[in-house]
């Protein structure tokens, strides 16, 4: 399931920031592809997209620094809905 949601979320970051070939441990904070606003962009889309509320002790930057780091999120958030 994770490599789908990993796909789904490649799909949203790679269509709104034209950063293609990102790796999916590729940190696009530290690689300056994407800042605060653009962080609740992502979490809008998770929650909207995947049908979850993210909680709140889970609105940690470092849970939105990756597609594996959101993969995990979206997987971790779906086991305790």
């Known amino acids: 399931m994770e490599s789908n949601t990993k796909a ?3 799909e949203f970051i790679e269509g709104r920031l034209r950063a293609a070939d990102l790796p999916d441990d590729g ?7 994407a800042n605060s606003l653009f962080a609740m962009e ?3 889309f ?3 997209h995947f049908g979850l509320q993210i909680a709140n002790d889970e609105l940690d930057i470092a ?3 990756s597609i594996s780091a959101m993969a ?3 997987d971790r958030s779906r ?3």
């Not at 940190?27 to 592809?33: P, R, V, Y």
């Open 42 to 44: 992502l979490v809008l």
């Open 8 to 10: 789904q979320i490649r």
């Open 46 to 48: 998770i929650e909207k």
């Open 27 to 33: 940190d696009i904070f530290t690689l300056g592809l």
């Open 63 to 65: 849970n939105f620094r």
């Open 72 to 74: 995990t999120l979206v």
């Open 79 to 81: 086991l305790a809905a």
